[in-house]
């Protein structure tokens, strides 16, 4: 069965910086693309990018171009992404997730999320 | 930038169809795919490539498309369905992103 399992709870001051991790199990790693997705409190979600593990290969979302920076550890199949120069609207529960198709962006395995609160 | 516009809320009694849309220009030329989210979880794929229905997932759920919207039906409606829906797809006017309609908060009455 395959499982995304994120790291815990953080809580940042504004202007630092934040490394989520994801372990995935349950599957040969480097077969699928990865994502995270960001949903602030009351809010949709929001897709930062995605990683190919199998050659590292990134694609931000424009708004995080230049703060964002996924990478992925092949030995032990995990994911990480991180957030710098934090804000107070960064705080949001980060989700990392599978993506089935190299070709079409689309998710169909998620991890449980870790929440991340930003404040002063 | 690109959006997918969803109605904010959709109420229907038990039993009955729900109907969930979601519009945007590019959705004749990239697919669009549907999740549900119940507070407090992570969202679950209920439809991928406009109509396609991923195995576990019941079958009063389906998806159809035509021109610039997609929509969600729900038919026979049950309590359990009460949750929040969100519609993705594909921006790719200026890079290839993936663009979140602003959900449809489905009420079972």
């Known amino acids: 069965q395959v499982h995304l399992v994120q790291s815990g709870p953080e809580v940042k001051k504004p202007g630092a910086s934040l490394k989520v991790s994801c372990n995935t199990s349950g599957y040969p790693f480097i077969t699928y693309p990865l994502s995270w997705v960001r949903q602030a409190p009351g809010r949709g979600p929001e897709w930062m990018g995605w990683?190919?593990?199998?050659?590292?290969?990134?694609t931000y979302a424009q708004k995080f171009q230049g703060r964002v920076t996924m990478t992925t550890d092949t030995l032990t199949s995990t994911l990480y992404m991180d957030l710098r120069s934090l804000r107070s609207d960064d705080t949001a529960v980060y989700y990392c997730a599978r993506v089935p198709s190299g070709s079409v962006l689309y998710f169909d395995i998620w991890g449980q999320g870790t929440m991340v609160t930003v404040s002063s | 930038s690109y959006e997918l516009t969803q109605p904010p809320a959709v109420s229907v009694s038990p039993g009955q169809t729900a109907r969930i849309t979601c519009s945007g220009d590019s959705l004749p030329s990239h697919y669009a795919f549907w999740y549900q989210q119940k507070p407090g979880q992570a969202p679950v794929l209920m439809i991928y490539k406009n109509t396609e229905r991923p195995s576990g997932i019941p079958e009063r759920f389906s998806g159809s498309s035509s021109g610039t919207t997609v929509t969600l039906t729900i038919s026979g409606v049950q309590a359990e369905d009460e949750a929040d829906y969100y519609c993705?797809?594909?921006?790719?006017?200026?890079?290839?992103?993936?663009?979140f309609g602003g959900g449809t908060k489905l009420t079972v009455l």
């Open positions: 993705l797809s594909v921006d790719d006017t200026v890079s290839y992103e993936g663009v």
């Open positions: 990683i190919n593990p199998a050659n590292g290969d990134t």
